[in-house]
């Protein structure tokens, strides 16, 4: 039974390109959320998605994030126009339910030039 | 402030010595609560957790927490530690009737001499 997955594991964008950063929950989990660990720092909550709906988005920056999790497919973590500040770990975190045991994923390492 | 505590950033055993990593959180109502391990380069591991019940929670690779609800506290310990308890080790609470979502210490790394 495979464990949550996310691709890439790094990534490389120049300032102002797009960031797509991709998670396939753990089979039969259908609650998937999404962390940022930026330097030298804990883990952030950012957004919480069940399939096709945003539960809360209550962690996500105002401008250039998105998340979508579609009825087919991983979900995926958009960051528009990067910026250096957005240097930093990504880690996606599946559920079976709302409140129950969330396991990780190895994230994703972007990097910003 | 509502918040989750570790209040020890960087600590240092011998390999064989016990260890004892500290967690404490400030919310009104006793939430879920968590230990993850985290090696350099990885994704978090669960350790442990604590949803209600007996207060004393055994987990994976010989870890055990205790749960102190006067003392607002979920401490890890291990009577021994091995060289691969290196890591970074952060704890975690889930608030409850909230999303679920993970609010996490700002992690205390362990260093194990030999």
């Known amino acids: 039974n495979a464990g949550v997955m996310q691709n890439p594991r790094h990534l490389v964008r120049r300032r102002g390109q797009e960031a797509r950063l991709r998670c396939s929950p753990m089979?039969?989990?259908?609650?998937v959320y999404w962390y940022r660990q930026l330097p030298e720092e804990g883990l952030k909550f950012m957004v919480y998605?069940?399939?096709?709906?945003?539960?809360?988005e209550s962690g996500m920056p105002k401008e250039r994030f998105s998340a979508e999790f579609p009825k087919e497919g991983p979900s995926i973590l958009r960051i528009q126009q990067v910026v250096r500040g957005d240097s930093a770990a990504y880690f996606c975190?599946?559920?079976?339910?709302?409140?129950?045991?969330?396991?990780f994923g190895p994230g994703t390492r972007l990097l910003v030039l | 402030a509502q918040s989750v505590t570790q209040p020890d950033i960087h600590i240092t055993v011998s390999e064989g010595a016990s260890l004892e990593l500290r967690c404490n959180y400030s919310y009104g109502a006793t939430p879920y609560l968590f230990w993850y391990v985290q090696s350099p380069g990885q994704g978090l591991q669960l350790l442990l957790k604590y949803f209600s019940g007996d207060t004393l929670v055994q987990g994976i690779k010989g870890f055990e927490a205790e749960f102190k609800r006067s003392q607002s506290s979920f401490n890890l310990r291990k009577p021994s530690v091995h060289w691969s308890d290196a890591a970074e080790y952060f704890c975690a609470v889930v608030l409850t009737g909230n999303t679920g979502k993970l609010i996490f210490g700002q992690g205390t790394t362990l260093q194990v001499k030999p």
């Open positions: 998605l069940q399939k096709e709906n945003i539960i809360d």
């Open positions: 089979k039969g989990h259908s609650h």
């Open positions: 975190a599946s559920s079976s339910g709302r409140q129950e045991t969330q396991y």
